[in-house]
């Protein structure tokens, strides 16, 4: 299966990678007090763990529709979608960071981008209190952030542990606290569907993947978003709807539990290719395909990462997705880029999550 060449081939600076590896060489023990600090915090407030969705696998047929969703999907500005949670509003800003080619303005969404107008300096990360919390204290998450050129400019969102925070590290090991988080943002991004299920993303995510999927347009690649926002209770009817067909067991191999899915942050989507056909949706050969290569070299230019990518499996518990794209904002996807780093885990100094605990 044509599955990992291209990813391997485009990976940069292997050298550097496998010294910045070294760097890390984890477990380390800053990393795993704070991973423990962090747990500790999460699971204080962690319910008896539900069965919840795989981050990348489709919704069954019979699972219901979330009720966060709207049927309309046609093109259009990007549409304000009423929640009743409130949360830290995205300040992911461009300044600096501009794509490497043009694209579409995006279409505006309800404005949640004006941040808190701060910059991010001075800077200056303690052991005892980093710059970015639950983030190890010699990571290179916590550099980018300590040189002043990191995104969200809004101090308040420097946190790995907040689902509200682009820098949300979600993993079989990092629940989302609480269980039942609701982005408060959600809008219906003016991308083109490749599923029944409406695209639903945060505002943030939304107007990047509008930018994104335009460049790609332009290159000739139909990106499609096949899935993107789930909500715990979705997940919840989801995953019975798997262990009613195959058991606990197997559902658990490919499937994450509620509460501990990327997609319920509203920064994840699954990826589809609209000239590729459909044989290839969620599967491996996914990576075959022109969309894939295309988010693969371009994808951090508009802030996401593949977050599951080959090789890495043990690592971020998951086989690797091509399909399943995570938005951490330009500064943060373009470091880690650069760095040749393929996890977010190892970015931001953990360890690693291959399995619940
Ligand atoms: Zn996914």
């Known amino acids: 299966m044509p599955v990992v060449g291209f990813h391997q081939a485009r990976r940069p600076r292997q050298t550097h990678r496998a010294r910045i590896k070294r760097e890390l060489s984890w477990p380390r023990p800053g990393g795993i007090a ?3 600090a962090g747990a500790a915090i999460i699971f204080s407030g962690a319910q008896a763990l539900a069965p919840g969705v795989d981050p990348g696998l489709p919704s069954p047929a019979a699972a219901p529709a979330h009720s966060l969703t709207t049927p309309d999907t046609s093109a259009g500005p990007a ?4 929640s009743t949670q409130s949360s830290a509003s995205p300040a992911e800003t461009q300044s600096g960071a501009t794509p490497s080619r043009p694209a579409q303005q995006p279409s505006k969404g309800p404005s949640t981008l004006s941040g808190a107008g701060s910059s991010p300096s001075p800077i200056t990360g303690t052991a005892a209190a980093p710059l970015v919390a639950g983030a190890a204290a010699d990571s290179p998450l916590q550099k980018l952030f300590e040189s002043g050129n990191a995104t969200p400019k809004d101090r308040a969102l420097w946190d790995i542990n907040d ?6 590290l979600v993993n079989k090991r990092r629940p989302l606290h609480p269980e039942a988080y609701v982005p408060a943002n959600l809008v219906v991004p003016a991308v083109e569907a490749g599923s029944a299920e409406p695209p639903l ?5 939304a107007a990047a993947a509008e930018r994104m999927f335009a460049a790609a347009a332009a290159d000739g690649v139909r990106i499609t978003i096949k899935s993107s926002y789930r909500s715990f209770d979705t997940q919840v009817s989801v995953y019975n709807g798997y ?3 195959k058991g606990t067991a197997a559902t658990d191999t490919t499937s994450a539990r509620p509460g501990f899915s990327e997609h319920q942050t509203g920064l994840a989507m699954d990826i589809g290719d609209a000239n590729a056909g459909t044989a290839c949706d969620f599967s491996s050969c996914f990576a075959s395909t022109a969309a894939a290569r295309w988010v693969a070299a371009h994808g951090a230019d508009y802030g996401f990462v593949v977050r599951y990518a080959p090789g890495e499996e043990s690592v971020t518990g998951y086989l690797a997705e091509p399909w399943h794209l995570r938005y951490l904002g330009i500064t943060v996807a373009r470091d880690m880029d650069v760095r040749g780093i393929h996890s977010y885990e190892e970015y931001a100094g953990l360890p690693g999550a291959p399995d619940y605990k």
């Not at 549409?79 to 009423?82: D, G, H, V």
């Not at 689902?163 to 949300?168: I, Q």
């Open 34 to 36: 704070l991973s423990l």
């Open 201 to 205: 993303l945060r505002a943030d995510a």
């Open 243 to 245: 262990v009613a067909n």
């Open 79 to 82: 549409r304000s979608f009423a």
């Open 163 to 168: 689902p509200g925070s682009p820098l949300a």
